[in-house]
């Protein structure tokens, strides 16, 4: 008798994993962290417009781009204005403060508006730090649960929010930050600066905001850093979460801020930038900086710093106060892709020494206390010229000659009542030919532009026309324009925004997302055509109707242009054949 064999059963069979079922690697789209970094690079519009759709998880990284995160707080706001910012608060995580009292009349207003600011503030933090708490067990309870944006996007654009950035700036008195810090206990980034002399305690700043990452301390004059950087006890010493230390016009003793570095393992960026040396009388004895020494510490340290200035307020100063040694400039920045200097240090011997660096350079920051000091423009000129890789230029108190930009010598003469020749040639070899920046990709520009000349410069409309057509034509990538205004308002190029001074030839920067220009203005001189184009490409038609009339009118200058081209380029070929 034939014996069967069994068949198999389906539970007598070892079920393998086929390699369709078993763990895919993880992508890094799956990475919060790194999906954070990634979308950092996507422009702010796409991520409004279409990031924020495609899931939940996606929506909550970006949802600080899209709800009203931001709140600007000034005296001359009107009520109603008040009254609208006041529900907001409890939304905002990121607050600007600007107090610019001067006459008693301010003071009033200032003084009511503080008041309502401060009890809105104390009333809110109860409330954020109520929801802060729900939301962390609710994480504990639900750590795997997902659910879709469907339903949900009123209510987590309107959910409390901590304050994560504070700005406070203008005059104001010294003991409002140390009010302000019970309710910035999840502050990251907090910037204090002043218009006049005030002074700081660090410490109590640092125990007030333990989750800071950035701090900068400025004033227009003089911030004293009072008392120490560390508590008194040694128990209370801790490694603190600090990335960025940034400091403008300190004054402060060099061996307390050497023994806070100690507790600082993060830093990556370290800026000094014009110490004063003179503190208060009374208090503080007059200090002398010692650079080399610090570096030496910032290296036993072994701190992760990629970005470091160091600068003395003090235009008598010796070489031993700036980083001109070619040595220790190697040390500081042959690895780093961005440099900050103060515009006094950009001696000749520093410009050779960055010359023999490689080109690697993608920001450059100049630091200054007054345009009027330490001008390098021919040397800034040369420098961008001479750089394809630079990506951000930030030099807001730095002059740059509009004759540089003016390629086709299309400013008339730049001194008022002499237009002798012997005034034009003097005039003329005081700046290097007109040039092109190397540094087409450029996204971040912080400038202030002067007329040749100085005080004694006659402004034209010409100066502005050249200085925005060469903006939008040799940097088109541009996401960020400050055009800073000279100390002395006589040089200043930009005078009016009418449409015959070139402003709207910005409109060719399509990246642009960040605009601001300073310019000296007289009443009524601009109109909203001249204006409304920067606002929204659906201006009116009324708008759009008086800029055609208006630029119906230059046929007569086009045709000028057009011909001082032709004898341009005539020129051009009788060199040429000259030549050969």
Known sequence: MAHSRPHPSKEMTPTLPSP???SKPT??????????????YIPLRILRRSVIQVCRQWFLINRHHITPRELIWEYHYQNENMDKAVPLLVYIGKIKLYFRSVYQEQCRIENQQQKIFFQTLKDTHTQRVRYLQQQQEQQKQNQDQDTKVAGHRHRLLYEPTPILEFDLRGRYSSTLVYEL??????????????NSDHFV????????????QYLYVGSK???????????????????LTLRELILHHAFLEQEKLEEFLRFTPHLTDLHLANLSTRGNPVFSPNQRYDCRALIAVIKSLGLPLKTFHFSVYDRSRGSGDALVDEELFKLICQDSREWTFATGDLTPQLMRNIQLLPNTLTTLNLVNHDTTFFSPASKLHQFLCSSPQLLHLRAPRTTYHTSYLDLYHRIPSVVVGDRSATAQETEAARYPDPGVWACRGLRTLHIAFEAPGGRRAKVRLEQSRVVFGYIARVCPDLT??????????EGCVFQRYTLAGGFCLLAGLKN??????????????????DLDWISSPRNSEQSREERRRIVSQWRGLLLAEEHKDRKRFQKLGDEFTRHE
């Open 181 to 194: 810090l019970p309710y910035l206990t999840h502050v990251t980034r907090l910037r204090i600066e002043q």
């Open 27 to 40: 992508s890094p789209l799956e990475i919060p962290e790194l999906l954070e970094k990634i979308h950092s």
């Open 201 to 212: 305690y660090p410490c109590k700043v640092f125990q007030g905001c333990p989750q800071l």
């Open 512 to 529: 642009l997302e960040r605009l601001r220009v300073e310019a000296v203005l007289r009443k009524n001189d601009d109109k909203l055509h």
């Open 20 to 22: 369709h079922q078993q």
């Open 221 to 239: 004059t003089r911030v004293e850093m009072f008392s120490g950087w560390l508590p008194s006890a040694p128990e209370e010493q801790q490694p």
């Open 480 to 489: 960020e324009l400050e055009v800073h205004m000279p100390t002395f308002r």
